[in-house]
């Protein structure tokens, strides 16, 4: 069994998804870790990955990495961030009607790089983006998941949920 195998075997019999690994120089074996919709876990709180998932994978994978006899000198697990690659069809399945970009392996109408709203149609993908003059039409791209390079989801934060400092409490900051 490769190591690529038992980290698969592992992350994916804790109950997560393994989104990507990496090894570097100097050692460095990274992996990348999400949540599986619909699974059940000990912190139910929250639908991201958390510190203790990752906690958890670590703790696993340093056993089975020695078992295993796998030479790595940092482990570092950890979630895919908010620009969450997209590595398999499934992965477009699951993120279906988000906002993503893109990157194909060959150019189209002299560009590889595209940014819309991901969505499923026969035979492949559409990405709809946004008009690029004011009034402008919507335009689509149609493309089949062997045309892509690179998919990323689009980070998408949400400042809203900070509330503002009350002039009282602005005046005890001073």
Known sequence: MTWQQAVERTVTGLGYELVDLERSGGGLLRVFIDRVPGHRYPSA????VTVEDCETVTR????VLEVEHCDYARLEVSSPGLDRPLKREADFMRFAGAAIELTLKLPFQGRKKFKGVLAAR???WRLTMEPQAKGAPEQALDFAFGEVREARLVPVVNFKG???VQPAAAELLK
Not at 60 to 63: E, K, T, V
Request: aromatic fraction near 14%; glycine fraction near 14%.
């Open 162 to 164: 900070r509330q503002a």
């Open 122 to 124: 026969e035979g492949g």
């Open 45 to 48: 709180d929250s639908e991201f």
């Open 60 to 63: 696993q994978l340093q056993y």
